[in-house]
């Protein structure tokens, strides 16, 4: 029995070494060959190894800027804050102070205070089951640092903040739909461009991410010489070519029409006549970018993607066809009062026309029916010729996103007569734009353009510069001439109904416009009290033009009959009669120039000798700040401005808020120039409220909120408007 015993255990023995044997032999061959291959379950160990211990972060580039042509920023980046509340009582864990919310109800009457929220919704997401941390949806983002220390300065636990960046817009709604609008990207969490130059220039403006990241040991040091880093590419600055002195006398106008009129959609663009550069746009229904209240209420760019029947304004390039294929004679008689074309009778616009009458007169009176006999004589299809020259029925290539290519309705009878006096034919504004720059301009045709340049500002790089581009020669230098002086009489002749785009010192130029409103629901056109889109071509000089500005309104529902009578009068002069003073255009009645004044130096002068020197030429001067000295002035020397300018004059020492009650937004936008303050406005019109009290002591960079209304509060002091005739 023992010898067998003995046995057993020897075999029990092998087989236990023989075991062990073979699993160091697997695990050494195992252990080989990922020594070797450095690989395993196909995956590359050293790089999970690397991975383990490799810290990495993205580096977030900055947007690039918007600017007017003078520097003035439109839009930038601006750091916002994100609210998140801990509600995990193990973040308090070792901590003499607790980290997480403990008074859900004063935190939460608190959190709804500064967040403008209701305060039971706070509570609520306060009391999430289960949760570590909670938002507080999208009125707890895009948080200002204002809002930030408040809440911090409550020293409520459990409150801590995100860093973010968003896009600032300074002047709220202000040439919305020209500069567009920037967003976070759900996916990439980055700004991207949503609409307008934001969108156009996206590539250009939102630059290049980089990365850091750098290796630390298994105690959280940073091992040497492992760092990594790929800098940000910041984006590019998009210089535009508006001026926000210019834009702001479009904004206003546009307010007042809107307030007067209530009109479905209205518009306004200035151009300079000479290059094409656009110098200020703006439409209604419009939105502010910042705080996007009205976004969405019309996606559409009036000046380059809204297509619409022009009226009377397109009979300008019917008559430059008919004069340049010696169709024209200004003294020889027509027939007005209707034509039957198809089974349809086309009236002028008063029904019985005015009998047999010049054509010179036809075109003063906006005759439909001369600019139907002109067409006969050109030639139908050399009239749709012209048009196209003109560059009707295609893009302008002016670098808007979508830009819309109009259509020349010539398919039939009916259609090629109406569109010889702006109807069935559809076109942009910026088509518009462009085909008077060839009659203002010897028959060369500008491209209308908005963007100035496109900067590298790390490189110093001008990538792209906007420039005077001709693009046709529709017509000739005599025919221009001659255009031109029909458009003349169209304002200025005895057989004017066009005088109320007169402007005092001025002589003025253009055509009016008239159009039924396509009806795009039910067909047809709209009817109503004022089913009309009226509008204005005008530039001045007449003689020498120096400034285009085209303004146009659809469906007025408040004092129809003045709109139809007065047409766009209310905007176009205010804003023509403004930027020719601005620009230092010499006024053509030399009776006026009295009320020019020339902006005298008072820099470095005594503070009282200085306010003497500005009222002795008729200007306001505003003191700022309570020095001895003027260390500056806005406007500067040799400026030419009308009487009773404000003239802006800074002492030294420290500066002070003067009284700002009844200025305008171009006056708050002198105050932020001459002192560095961030103006921000809210409403239109005349300033009636400011943040911070007169004589109070401010400094650059401060925010300084003013409240506007509109009218003026002591009357209607808008210049060049016509009279009230309408109640």
């Given at each position: 029995?023992?010898?067998?015993?003995?046995?057993?255990?020897?075999?029990?023995?092998?087989?236990?070494?023989?075991?062990?044997?073979?699993?160091?032999?697997?695990?050494?061959?195992?252990?080989?060959?990922?020594?070797?291959?450095?690989?395993?379950?196909?995956?590359?160990?050293?790089?999970?190894?690397?991975?383990?211990?490799?810290?990495?972060?993205?580096?977030?580039?900055?947007?690039?800027?918007?600017?007017?042509?003078?520097?003035?920023?439109?839009?930038?980046?601006?750091?916002?804050?994100?609210?998140?509340?801990?509600?995990?009582?193990?973040?308090?864990?070792?901590?003499?102070?607790?980290?997480?919310?403990?008074?859900?109800?004063?935190?939460?009457?608190?959190?709804?205070?500064?967040?403008?929220?209701?305060?039971?919704?706070?509570?609520?997401?306060?009391?999430?089951?289960?949760?570590?941390?909670?938002?507080?949806?999208?009125?707890?983002?895009?948080?200002?640092?204002?809002?930030?220390?408040?809440?911090?300065?409550?020293?409520?636990?459990?409150?801590?903040?995100?860093?973010?960046?968003?896009?600032?817009?300074?002047?709220?709604?202000?040439?919305?739909?020209?500069?567009?609008?920037?967003?976070?990207?759900?996916?990439?969490?980055?700004?991207?461009?949503?609409?307008?130059?934001?969108?156009?220039?996206?590539?250009?403006?939102?630059?290049?991410?980089?990365?850091?990241s750098y290796k630390q040991d298994?105690?959280?040091?940073?091992?040497?010489?492992?760092?990594?880093?790929?800098?940000?590419?910041?984006?590019?600055?998009?210089?535009?070519?508006?001026?926000?002195?210019?834009?702001?006398?479009?904004?206003?106008?546009?307010?007042?029409?809107?307030?007067?009129?209530?009109?479905?959609?209205?518009?306004?663009?200035?151009?300079?006549?000479?290059?094409?550069?656009?110098?200020?746009?703006?439409?209604?229904?419009?939105?502010?970018?910042?705080?996007?209240?009205?976004?969405?209420?019309?996606?559409?760019?009036?000046?380059?993607?809204?297509?619409?029947?022009?009226?009377?304004?397109?009979?300008?390039?019917?008559?430059?066809?008919?004069?340049?294929?010696?169709?024209?004679?200004?003294?020889?008689?027509?027939?007005?009062?209707?034509?039957?074309?198809?089974?349809?009778?086309?009236?002028?616009?008063?029904?019985?026309?005015?009998?047999?009458?010049?054509?010179?007169t036809g075109f003063t009176y906006?005759?439909?029916?001369?600019?139907?006999?002109?067409?006969?004589?050109?030639?139908?299809?050399?009239?749709?010729?012209?048009?196209?020259?003109?560059?009707?029925?295609?893009?302008?290539?002016?670098?808007?996103?979508?830009?819309?290519?109009?259509?020349?309705?010539?398919?039939?009878?009916?259609?090629?007569?109406?569109?010889?006096?702006?109807?069935?034919?559809?076109?942009?504004?910026?088509?518009?734009?462009?085909?008077?720059?060839?009659?203002?301009?010897?028959?060369?045709?500008?491209?209308?353009?908005?963007?100035?340049?496109?900067?590298?500002?790390?490189?110093?790089?001008?990538?792209?510069?906007?420039?005077?581009?001709?693009?046709?020669?529709?017509?000739?230098?005599?025919?221009?001439?001659?255009?031109?002086?029909?458009?003349?009489?169209?304002?200025?002749?005895?057989?004017?109904?066009?005088?109320?785009?007169?402007?005092?010192?001025?002589?003025?130029?253009?055509?009016?416009?008239?159009?039924?409103?396509?009806?795009?629901?039910?067909?047809?056109?709209?009817?109503?009290?004022?089913?009309?889109?009226?509008?204005?071509?005008?530039?001045?000089?007449?003689?020498?033009?120096?400034?285009?500005?085209?303004?146009?309104?659809?469906?007025?529902?408040?004092?129809?009959?003045?709109?139809?009578?007065?047409?766009?009068?209310?905007?176009?002069?205010?804003?023509?009669?403004?930027?020719?003073?601005?620009?230092?255009?010499?006024?053509?009645?030399?009776?006026?120039?009295?009320?020019?004044?020339?902006?005298?130096?008072?820099?470095?002068?005594?503070?009282?000798?200085?306010?003497?020197?500005?009222?002795?030429?008729?200007?306001?001067?505003?003191?700022?700040?309570?020095?001895?000295?003027?260390?500056?002035?806005?406007?500067?020397?040799?400026?030419?401005?009308?009487?009773?300018?404000?003239?802006?004059?800074?002492?030294?020492?420290?500066?002070?808020?003067?009284?700002?009650?009844?200025?305008?937004?171009?006056?708050?936008?002198?105050?932020?120039?001459?002192?560095?303050?961030?103006?921000?406005?809210?409403?239109?019109?005349?300033?009636?409220?400011?943040?911070?009290?007169?004589?109070?002591?401010?400094?650059?960079?401060?925010?300084?909120?003013?409240?506007?209304?509109?009218?003026?509060p002591n009357g209607d002091s808008?210049?060049?408007?016509?009279?009230?005739?309408?109640?």
């Open positions: 029995m023992p010898k067998i015993k003995i046995k057993k255990n020897k075999i029990g023995a092998v087989l236990l070494v023989s075991f062990f044997g073979l699993l160091f032999f697997i695990l050494a061959v195992r252990y080989s060959y990922l020594m070797i291959s450095g690989h395993s379950g196909g995956e590359d160990l050293a790089y999970r190894a690397s991975e383990k211990y490799l810290r990495q972060s993205v580096a977030e580039p900055e947007r690039g800027k918007i600017y007017d042509r003078n520097g003035k920023v439109l839009a930038k980046d601006t750091d916002s804050y994100k609210l998140v509340a801990i509600l995990d009582k193990k973040m308090s864990e070792g901590s003499k102070k607790p980290r997480h919310v403990v008074d859900k109800k004063k935190t939460a009457k608190a959190v709804s205070k500064v967040l403008k929220m209701d305060e039971d919704e706070v509570l609520k997401r306060l009391k999430t089951k289960n949760a570590f941390q909670v938002e507080f949806g999208q009125k707890g983002k895009d948080l200002t640092f204002k809002q930030k220390t408040t809440l911090e300065k409550l020293k409520l636990p459990g409150l801590t903040f995100e860093n973010e960046k968003k896009r600032f817009y300074p002047n709220g709604n202000f040439a919305s739909h020209l500069i567009g609008l920037a967003d976070k990207d759900q996916k990439t969490n980055q700004l991207k461009g949503v609409s307008g130059t934001e969108k156009t220039f996206d590539s250009y403006l939102r630059g290049k991410t980089g990365k850091n298994i105690w959280g040091m940073l091992i040497p010489n492992s760092e990594d880093n790929i800098d940000a590419k910041n984006g590019d600055d998009v210089h535009l070519t508006i001026d926000s002195n210019i834009q702001v006398f479009v904004e206003n106008s546009l307010d007042e029409m809107v307030d007067r009129y209530k009109p479905e959609d209205v518009f306004a663009v200035v151009m300079d006549a000479k290059t094409g550069e656009i110098l200020g746009y703006s439409q209604r229904p419009t939105f502010n970018p910042d705080t996007k209240e009205g976004f969405g209420k019309k996606w559409a760019n009036d000046l380059y993607q809204n297509t619409y029947e022009p009226g009377s304004t397109f009979k300008t390039y019917g008559l430059a066809a008919a004069i340049e294929e010696g169709k024209f004679d200004p003294n020889k008689k027509f027939k007005s009062g209707h034509r039957d074309i198809d089974g349809f009778k086309i009236y002028d616009w008063n029904d019985d026309g005015w009998g047999n009458i010049p054509m010179t906006s005759a439909n029916t001369l600019m139907m006999r002109l067409q006969d004589l050109v030639g139908e299809d050399k009239a749709k010729a012209y048009y196209e020259k003109f560059g009707f029925g295609k893009k302008t290539g002016g670098l808007y996103d979508s830009e819309a290519p109009g259509h020349i309705a010539f398919d039939n009878e009916l259609q090629r007569k109406t569109s010889s006096f702006g109807q069935s034919t559809t076109v942009t504004p910026v088509q518009m734009l462009q085909a008077e720059t060839a009659i203002l301009n010897q028959g060369n045709m500008l491209e209308p353009y908005y963007v100035k340049s496109i900067e590298n500002k790390q490189s110093n790089e001008t990538i792209k510069e906007g420039k005077k581009k001709v693009v046709g020669n529709p017509i000739s230098k005599d025919t221009a001439k001659k255009t031109m002086h029909e458009l003349d009489n169209v304002v200025n002749s005895k057989e004017s109904h066009a005088t109320n785009y007169k402007i005092d010192g001025y002589r003025v130029a253009g055509k009016t416009g008239t159009a039924q409103v396509p009806d795009t629901k039910n067909g047809g056109y709209v009817n109503g009290a004022n089913p009309y889109f009226v509008s204005f071509m005008g530039y001045a000089p007449a003689k020498d033009p120096q400034v285009v500005v085209y303004a146009g309104m659809s469906l007025a529902k408040k004092r129809d009959l003045e709109a139809y009578e007065y047409g766009v009068s209310r905007a176009f002069n205010p804003i023509m009669e403004n930027t020719l003073k601005y620009l230092n255009v010499e006024a053509t009645d030399k009776k006026v120039k009295s009320n020019v004044a020339e902006v005298p130096d008072v820099v470095n002068s005594n503070t009282q000798k200085a306010t003497d020197t500005i009222k002795g030429k008729k200007l306001e001067p505003v003191v700022i700040g309570q020095g001895d000295k003027i260390t500056k002035q806005l406007p500067l020397k040799g400026k030419n401005v009308e009487d009773k300018e404000k003239i802006l004059l800074v002492t030294d020492g420290e500066l002070t808020m003067p009284a700002t009650e009844n200025w305008t937004k171009r006056d708050l936008l002198k105050l932020e120039e001459a002192t560095g303050i961030k103006v921000e406005t809210e409403g239109t019109g005349y300033v009636t409220e400011q943040s911070v009290e007169e004589n109070a002591t401010i400094k650059s960079g401060d925010k300084v909120k003013f409240k506007l209304s509109s009218p003026h808008s210049i060049g408007q016509v009279s009230d005739t309408s109640s």
